[in-house]
Protein backbone atom coordinates (compact mmCIF):
# COMPACT_ATOMS: atom_id res chain seq x y z
CA UNK A 1 0.00 0.00 0.00
CA UNK A 2 1.70 3.23 -0.93
CA UNK A 3 0.79 5.99 1.64
CA UNK A 4 0.99 9.74 1.00
CA UNK A 5 -0.38 12.50 2.60
CA UNK A 6 -1.91 13.98 -0.54
CA UNK A 7 -3.39 11.86 -3.21
CA UNK A 8 -4.49 13.52 -6.09
CA UNK A 9 -6.70 12.30 -8.45
CA UNK A 10 -6.03 12.95 -12.37
CA UNK A 11 -2.68 15.18 -13.74
CA UNK A 12 -4.94 18.26 -15.31
CA UNK A 13 -3.75 21.92 -15.01
CA UNK A 14 -5.60 22.62 -11.46
CA UNK A 15 -3.97 18.86 -9.86
CA UNK A 16 -0.38 19.86 -11.74
CA UNK A 17 -0.99 23.52 -10.08
CA UNK A 18 -1.87 22.08 -6.88
CA UNK A 19 1.26 19.93 -6.78
CA UNK A 20 3.71 22.05 -7.21
CA UNK A 21 2.55 24.43 -5.09
CA UNK A 22 2.60 22.08 -2.59
CA UNK A 23 6.37 22.40 -3.56
CA UNK A 24 6.85 25.22 -3.46
CA UNK A 25 5.88 25.12 0.43
CA UNK A 26 7.79 22.57 1.07
CA UNK A 27 5.33 19.63 0.74
CA UNK A 28 6.67 16.67 -0.96
CA UNK A 29 4.09 13.68 0.61
CA UNK A 30 1.40 13.59 -2.88
CA UNK A 31 0.80 11.35 -5.38
CA UNK A 32 -1.01 12.12 -8.67
CA UNK A 33 -2.70 9.21 -10.55
CA UNK A 34 -3.83 9.70 -13.98
CA UNK A 35 -5.32 7.52 -16.59
CA UNK A 36 -3.66 8.84 -19.35
CA UNK A 37 0.20 7.95 -20.44
CA UNK A 38 0.56 11.82 -20.20
CA UNK A 39 -0.48 14.97 -17.83
CA UNK A 40 -2.52 17.81 -19.13
CA UNK A 41 -5.99 16.51 -19.37
CA UNK A 42 -7.64 18.47 -21.76
CA UNK A 43 -5.13 20.80 -22.23
CA UNK A 44 -3.00 17.80 -24.27
CA UNK A 45 -1.46 18.01 -27.68
CA UNK A 46 -0.58 15.51 -29.92
CA UNK A 47 1.46 16.45 -33.15
CA UNK A 48 -0.83 16.20 -36.26
CA UNK A 49 0.65 16.67 -40.23
CA UNK A 50 3.84 17.90 -38.93
CA UNK A 51 2.73 20.93 -36.10
CA UNK A 52 1.19 20.84 -32.91
CA UNK A 53 -3.13 19.74 -32.46
CA UNK A 54 -4.47 20.21 -28.81
CA UNK A 55 -6.84 17.34 -28.46
CA UNK A 56 -9.07 19.14 -26.02
CA UNK A 57 -10.19 22.13 -28.75
CA UNK A 58 -8.99 25.66 -28.53
CA UNK A 59 -7.43 26.18 -25.24
CA UNK A 60 -5.17 29.34 -24.56
CA UNK A 61 -3.11 30.76 -21.97
CA UNK A 62 -5.42 34.54 -20.66
CA UNK A 63 -2.30 36.95 -19.70
CA UNK A 64 -4.32 38.70 -16.56
CA UNK A 65 -4.02 36.01 -13.63
CA UNK A 66 0.07 37.15 -12.85
CA UNK A 67 0.41 34.36 -10.14
CA UNK A 68 -0.60 31.99 -12.57
CA UNK A 69 1.88 32.96 -15.25
CA UNK A 70 4.50 33.07 -12.84
CA UNK A 71 4.02 29.50 -11.62
CA UNK A 72 3.68 28.35 -15.21
CA UNK A 73 6.61 30.44 -16.41
CA UNK A 74 8.92 28.41 -14.43
CA UNK A 75 8.12 25.35 -16.86
CA UNK A 76 7.93 27.09 -19.73
CA UNK A 77 9.47 30.72 -20.12
CA UNK A 78 7.96 33.78 -21.40
CA UNK A 79 10.14 33.94 -24.12
CA UNK A 80 8.62 30.21 -25.29
CA UNK A 81 5.09 32.00 -25.96
CA UNK A 82 3.67 34.68 -28.43
CA UNK A 83 1.79 37.08 -27.73
CA UNK A 84 -1.74 37.56 -29.59
CA UNK A 85 -4.36 40.00 -29.48
CA UNK A 86 -7.36 37.88 -29.33
CA UNK A 87 -9.01 38.16 -33.05
CA UNK A 88 -12.56 35.52 -33.29
CA UNK A 89 -15.62 36.22 -35.01
CA UNK A 90 -19.54 34.79 -35.60
CA UNK A 91 -21.19 33.73 -38.54
CA UNK A 92 -24.08 34.64 -38.98
CA UNK A 93 -26.46 34.32 -42.14
CA UNK A 94 -24.15 36.24 -44.86
CA UNK A 95 -22.27 37.92 -42.54
CA UNK A 96 -18.83 37.93 -40.41
CA UNK A 97 -18.69 40.20 -37.65
CA UNK A 98 -16.45 40.18 -34.34
CA UNK A 99 -17.06 39.00 -31.51
CA UNK A 100 -18.96 39.61 -28.59
CA UNK A 101 -22.00 39.85 -31.42
CA UNK A 102 -23.56 42.88 -29.55
CA UNK A 103 -20.30 44.95 -29.92
CA UNK A 104 -20.04 44.29 -33.56
CA UNK A 105 -23.33 45.06 -34.76
CA UNK A 106 -21.90 48.03 -36.30
CA UNK A 107 -19.84 45.85 -38.97
CA UNK A 108 -23.30 44.54 -40.52
CA UNK A 109 -25.08 46.90 -43.28
CA UNK A 110 -27.02 49.31 -41.84
CA UNK A 111 -30.51 47.76 -42.14
CA UNK A 112 -29.57 44.87 -40.19
CA UNK A 113 -28.04 47.21 -37.66
CA UNK A 114 -30.98 48.98 -36.76
CA UNK A 115 -33.56 45.93 -36.56
CA UNK A 116 -30.92 44.30 -34.20
CA UNK A 117 -30.57 47.52 -32.40
CA UNK A 118 -34.82 47.71 -32.10
CA UNK A 119 -34.66 44.48 -31.18
CA UNK A 120 -32.46 44.97 -28.17
CA UNK A 121 -34.51 48.20 -27.13
CA UNK A 122 -37.23 45.81 -26.06
CA UNK A 123 -35.68 43.26 -24.34
CA UNK A 124 -36.45 42.67 -21.05
CA UNK A 125 -33.53 44.16 -19.35
CA UNK A 126 -34.38 47.40 -20.76
CA UNK A 127 -37.67 47.42 -20.02
CA UNK A 128 -37.43 46.64 -16.52
CA UNK A 129 -38.93 43.27 -16.51
CA UNK A 130 -37.73 40.87 -13.64
CA UNK A 131 -34.97 38.56 -14.43
CA UNK A 132 -36.53 34.66 -15.84
CA UNK A 133 -34.54 31.84 -14.03
CA UNK A 134 -34.53 29.60 -17.06
CA UNK A 135 -31.75 30.65 -19.44
CA UNK A 136 -33.61 30.32 -22.98
CA UNK A 137 -35.64 32.91 -21.42
CA UNK A 138 -32.87 34.81 -19.96
CA UNK A 139 -31.66 35.29 -23.83
CA UNK A 140 -34.35 36.46 -25.01
CA UNK A 141 -34.65 39.32 -21.64
CA UNK A 142 -31.18 40.37 -22.23
CA UNK A 143 -30.11 40.45 -25.87
CA UNK A 144 -33.82 40.56 -27.18
CA UNK A 145 -35.30 38.22 -29.78
CA UNK A 146 -32.96 38.70 -32.80
CA UNK A 147 -29.65 38.15 -31.03
CA UNK A 148 -31.26 35.20 -29.81
CA UNK A 149 -32.80 33.49 -32.72
CA UNK A 150 -30.07 34.50 -34.97
CA UNK A 151 -27.24 33.59 -32.51
CA UNK A 152 -27.40 32.09 -28.93
CA UNK A 153 -30.11 30.50 -29.56
CA UNK A 154 -28.98 28.27 -32.38
CA UNK A 155 -25.31 28.19 -31.08
CA UNK A 156 -26.28 26.57 -27.85
CA UNK A 157 -28.87 24.23 -29.37
CA UNK A 158 -25.59 23.18 -30.88
CA UNK A 159 -22.59 23.34 -27.94
CA UNK A 160 -25.21 21.82 -25.44
CA UNK A 161 -27.34 19.75 -27.17
CA UNK A 162 -30.38 19.77 -24.62
CA UNK A 163 -33.31 20.90 -24.01
CA UNK A 164 -31.83 24.85 -23.47
CA UNK A 165 -34.73 24.76 -20.66
CA UNK A 166 -33.03 22.73 -18.52
CA UNK A 167 -30.15 24.61 -18.22
CA UNK A 168 -29.74 27.61 -15.34
CA UNK A 169 -28.95 31.20 -15.52
CA UNK A 170 -26.23 30.74 -12.52
CA UNK A 171 -23.53 30.91 -15.44
CA UNK A 172 -23.98 33.72 -17.54
CA UNK A 173 -21.82 36.42 -15.73
CA UNK A 174 -18.96 34.73 -18.07
CA UNK A 175 -21.20 36.30 -21.06
CA UNK A 176 -19.67 39.60 -21.85
CA UNK A 177 -22.24 42.33 -20.09
CA UNK A 178 -22.47 44.66 -23.22
CA UNK A 179 -25.51 47.56 -22.14
CA UNK A 180 -28.74 48.82 -25.03
CA UNK A 181 -26.17 52.46 -24.33
CA UNK A 182 -22.77 50.44 -25.41
CA UNK A 183 -23.94 48.59 -28.08
CA UNK A 184 -25.69 51.99 -29.75
CA UNK A 185 -22.50 53.84 -29.17
CA UNK A 186 -20.74 50.98 -30.93
CA UNK A 187 -22.76 51.59 -33.74
CA UNK A 188 -22.37 54.93 -33.61
CA UNK A 189 -18.45 55.12 -33.14
CA UNK A 190 -17.96 51.81 -35.39
CA UNK A 191 -15.92 50.53 -32.68
CA UNK A 192 -16.55 47.98 -29.67
CA UNK A 193 -17.68 48.82 -26.14
CA UNK A 194 -18.42 47.20 -23.03
CA UNK A 195 -16.75 44.59 -21.21
CA UNK A 196 -13.95 42.57 -22.94
CA UNK A 197 -14.05 39.05 -23.30
CA UNK A 198 -12.02 36.59 -21.45
CA UNK A 199 -8.71 35.59 -23.72
CA UNK A 200 -8.61 39.71 -25.29
CA UNK A 201 -4.87 38.82 -24.75
CA UNK A 202 -3.66 35.50 -25.12
CA UNK A 203 -0.28 33.35 -24.75
CA UNK A 204 0.46 30.39 -27.21
CA UNK A 205 3.63 28.43 -26.92
CA UNK A 206 6.26 29.51 -30.28
CA UNK A 207 7.42 26.34 -31.39
CA UNK A 208 4.83 23.92 -29.49
CA UNK A 209 1.18 23.01 -28.50
CA UNK A 210 -0.51 24.09 -25.46
CA UNK A 211 0.03 20.51 -23.83
CA UNK A 212 3.87 21.52 -24.01
CA UNK A 213 3.59 23.07 -21.04
CA UNK A 214 1.76 20.48 -18.35
CA UNK A 215 3.74 17.90 -20.06
CA UNK A 216 6.60 19.47 -18.70
CA UNK A 217 4.82 20.22 -15.09
CA UNK A 218 4.30 16.39 -14.93
CA UNK A 219 7.57 15.41 -15.95
CA UNK A 220 8.94 17.45 -13.43
CA UNK A 221 7.22 15.61 -10.86
CA UNK A 222 9.63 12.48 -11.32
CA UNK A 223 8.05 9.35 -9.73
CA UNK A 224 5.47 11.55 -7.73
CA UNK A 225 2.95 10.90 -10.59
CA UNK A 226 2.28 7.30 -11.89
CA UNK A 227 0.43 7.78 -15.29
CA UNK A 228 -1.17 4.58 -17.21
CA UNK A 229 -3.47 4.36 -13.82
CA UNK A 230 -7.68 4.05 -14.32
CA UNK A 231 -9.29 4.74 -11.01
CA UNK A 232 -12.39 2.68 -10.65
CA UNK A 233 -12.43 2.55 -6.58
CA UNK A 234 -12.53 4.36 -4.01
CA UNK A 235 -13.00 3.82 -0.23
CA UNK A 236 -14.06 7.16 1.64
CA UNK A 237 -13.93 6.09 4.40
CA UNK A 238 -10.39 4.87 4.62
CA UNK A 239 -9.27 7.10 1.98
CA UNK A 240 -7.89 4.24 -0.30
CA UNK A 241 -8.12 3.84 -4.19
CA UNK A 242 -7.62 1.08 -6.64
CA UNK A 243 -6.94 -1.07 -2.86
CA UNK A 244 -3.31 -0.26 -3.37
CA UNK A 245 -2.83 4.34 -2.72
CA UNK A 246 -3.90 5.88 0.32
CA UNK A 247 -4.33 9.52 1.60
CA UNK A 248 -4.38 11.83 4.76
CA UNK A 249 -6.65 13.75 2.10
CA UNK A 250 -7.95 12.82 -1.65
CA UNK A 251 -7.85 15.54 -4.05
CA UNK A 252 -10.44 14.83 -6.87
CA UNK A 253 -9.87 16.41 -10.14
CA UNK A 254 -11.64 13.73 -12.24
CA UNK A 255 -15.24 13.33 -12.75
CA UNK A 256 -17.35 12.51 -9.85
CA UNK A 257 -19.29 9.39 -12.56
CA UNK A 258 -16.21 7.90 -13.37
CA UNK A 259 -16.49 5.90 -10.28
CA UNK A 260 -17.65 2.29 -10.46
CA UNK A 261 -17.10 1.33 -6.91
CA UNK A 262 -17.64 3.55 -3.64
CA UNK A 263 -17.46 2.34 -0.75
CA UNK A 264 -18.63 4.17 2.20
CA UNK A 265 -20.65 6.89 -0.40
CA UNK A 266 -24.30 7.27 1.11
CA UNK A 267 -27.18 5.88 -1.74
CA UNK A 268 -28.22 10.28 -1.81
CA UNK A 269 -24.72 11.40 -2.74
CA UNK A 270 -24.57 8.47 -5.25
CA UNK A 271 -28.30 9.79 -6.89
CA UNK A 272 -26.80 13.12 -7.04
CA UNK A 273 -23.51 12.15 -8.73
CA UNK A 274 -25.50 10.46 -11.63
CA UNK A 275 -27.71 13.25 -11.76
CA UNK A 276 -25.21 15.47 -13.16
CA UNK A 277 -24.67 15.81 -16.39
CA UNK A 278 -21.74 16.55 -19.02
CA UNK A 279 -21.40 16.95 -23.12
CA UNK A 280 -18.77 14.98 -25.14
CA UNK A 281 -17.05 17.49 -28.27
CA UNK A 282 -15.31 15.66 -30.99
CA UNK A 283 -12.48 17.58 -32.38
CA UNK A 284 -11.65 16.87 -36.37
CA UNK A 285 -8.66 18.02 -38.24
CA UNK A 286 -8.52 19.46 -41.93
CA UNK A 287 -5.17 20.11 -44.20
CA UNK A 288 -6.62 23.32 -45.82
CA UNK A 289 -5.69 26.73 -44.45
CA UNK A 290 -8.94 29.32 -44.66
CA UNK A 291 -8.27 32.54 -45.81
CA UNK A 292 -8.89 34.41 -42.76
CA UNK A 293 -6.65 36.34 -39.68
CA UNK A 294 -8.98 35.02 -37.33
CA UNK A 295 -8.07 32.67 -34.62
CA UNK A 296 -11.32 31.02 -34.33
CA UNK A 297 -15.40 31.60 -35.59
CA UNK A 298 -18.66 30.49 -33.77
CA UNK A 299 -21.11 28.51 -36.24
CA UNK A 300 -24.20 29.02 -35.06
CA UNK A 301 -25.61 27.67 -38.02
CA UNK A 302 -27.76 24.64 -36.84
CA UNK A 303 -27.17 23.10 -40.37
CA UNK A 304 -23.70 22.82 -40.11
CA UNK A 305 -22.80 20.25 -37.38
CA UNK A 306 -19.75 22.11 -35.93
CA UNK A 307 -20.26 25.18 -33.57
CA UNK A 308 -16.26 26.40 -33.69
CA UNK A 309 -13.77 26.65 -35.94
CA UNK A 310 -9.73 27.11 -34.72
CA UNK A 311 -7.38 28.47 -37.34
CA UNK A 312 -4.12 26.25 -36.18
CA UNK A 313 -2.22 28.15 -38.87
CA UNK A 314 -3.27 31.72 -37.26
CA UNK A 315 -1.72 31.01 -33.51
CA UNK A 316 0.93 28.22 -34.07
CA UNK A 317 4.38 28.74 -35.95
CA UNK A 318 4.93 26.66 -38.94
CA UNK A 319 1.43 25.19 -38.95
CA UNK A 320 -1.47 24.52 -41.93
CA UNK A 321 -4.79 23.62 -41.65
CA UNK A 322 -7.33 24.11 -38.64
CA UNK A 323 -9.81 22.10 -36.43
CA UNK A 324 -13.48 21.80 -35.77
CA UNK A 325 -15.26 21.48 -32.40
CA UNK A 326 -19.15 19.58 -32.82
CA UNK A 327 -20.44 18.22 -30.23
CA UNK A 328 -20.43 14.44 -30.09
CA UNK A 329 -24.71 14.03 -30.56
CA UNK A 330 -24.13 16.32 -34.13
CA UNK A 331 -21.26 14.82 -35.17
CA UNK A 332 -21.42 12.92 -38.65
CA UNK A 333 -19.30 10.31 -39.93
CA UNK A 334 -16.58 11.70 -42.07
CA UNK A 335 -13.43 10.17 -44.11
CA UNK A 336 -10.68 12.48 -43.04
CA UNK A 337 -7.45 11.90 -42.13
CA UNK A 338 -8.20 12.48 -37.77
CA UNK A 339 -10.67 12.75 -35.47
CA UNK A 340 -10.30 12.52 -31.61
CA UNK A 341 -13.58 12.41 -29.20
CA UNK A 342 -13.47 14.13 -25.56
CA UNK A 343 -16.07 12.04 -23.64
CA UNK A 344 -15.74 14.55 -20.57
CA UNK A 345 -15.90 18.30 -22.22
CA UNK A 346 -17.99 20.71 -20.43
CA UNK A 347 -20.24 20.31 -17.49
CA UNK A 348 -23.58 21.15 -18.29
CA UNK A 349 -24.99 24.25 -16.11
CA UNK A 350 -28.65 22.44 -15.57
CA UNK A 351 -30.54 24.16 -13.06
CA UNK A 352 -30.39 21.84 -10.17
CA UNK A 353 -26.64 21.62 -10.39
CA UNK A 354 -25.54 24.14 -8.21
CA UNK A 355 -27.61 22.59 -5.22
CA UNK A 356 -26.30 18.77 -6.32
CA UNK A 357 -22.67 19.70 -6.68
CA UNK A 358 -22.61 21.57 -3.28
CA UNK A 359 -24.18 18.88 -1.50
CA UNK A 360 -21.59 16.38 -3.28
CA UNK A 361 -18.74 18.26 -2.17
CA UNK A 362 -20.02 19.60 1.41
CA UNK A 363 -20.55 15.62 2.27
CA UNK A 364 -17.17 14.38 0.22
CA UNK A 365 -15.38 17.36 2.16
CA UNK A 366 -16.35 15.56 5.60
CA UNK A 367 -14.50 12.28 4.32
CA UNK A 368 -11.25 14.49 3.81
CA UNK A 369 -11.85 14.29 0.15
CA UNK A 370 -11.81 17.89 -2.03
CA UNK A 371 -13.14 18.44 -5.15
CA UNK A 372 -10.62 20.48 -7.04
CA UNK A 373 -10.70 22.19 -10.87
CA UNK A 374 -13.43 21.99 -13.96
CA UNK A 375 -14.53 17.95 -13.14
CA UNK A 376 -13.90 18.19 -9.17
CA UNK A 377 -16.06 20.89 -8.88
CA UNK A 378 -18.12 20.43 -12.35
CA UNK A 379 -17.82 23.82 -13.18
CA UNK A 380 -16.58 25.10 -16.78
CA UNK A 381 -13.07 26.94 -16.20
CA UNK A 382 -10.95 27.98 -18.71
CA UNK A 383 -6.87 26.87 -17.99
CA UNK A 384 -5.81 30.17 -15.81
CA UNK A 385 -9.09 29.24 -13.79
CA UNK A 386 -7.90 25.50 -12.93
CA UNK A 387 -4.27 26.88 -12.30
CA UNK A 388 -5.65 29.91 -9.89
CA UNK A 389 -7.99 27.16 -8.18
CA UNK A 390 -4.86 24.94 -7.60
CA UNK A 391 -2.61 27.67 -6.12
CA UNK A 392 -5.21 28.88 -3.88
CA UNK A 393 -6.20 25.36 -2.63
CA UNK A 394 -2.26 24.88 -1.57
CA UNK A 395 -2.44 28.26 -0.44
CA UNK A 396 -5.43 27.35 2.16
CA UNK A 397 -3.34 24.84 3.56
CA UNK A 398 -0.40 26.36 4.19
CA UNK A 399 -1.36 30.24 5.10
Known amino acids: MKKVKYLILGAGPSALSFAHRLLEHGEDSFLLLEKEKEGGGLCRSIEIDGSPLDIGGGHFLDIRKKEVLRLLFKFMPEEEW ?19 FESSIWQLPIEEQEEYLYSIARAGCNLGLPMPEKFKEWIYWKLGDKIAEDYMIPYNNKVQSIDLDRLGTYWLYKLPNVSFKETLSSCLNKKQCGTIPAHAQFLYPKKYGYGEVWRRMSENLDNRIITNTTINKIDFDELIVNDSFKGEIIINTIPWTEFKTRIGMPDQVIKLINDLEYSSIDVTYYDENEQTNAHWTYIPDE ?9 RHNFCSNSRGYWTETNSKRSVLLDLKWKYTNKYAYPLNTIAKPESISKILEWSKSKNVVGLGRWGEWEHMNSDVAVEKGIQLADKIYL
Not at 82 to 100: G, H, M, Q
Not at 303 to 311: E, K
Open 82 to 100: NLFDRISTIKVKNNEIDYP
Open 303 to 311: RISHHRILY
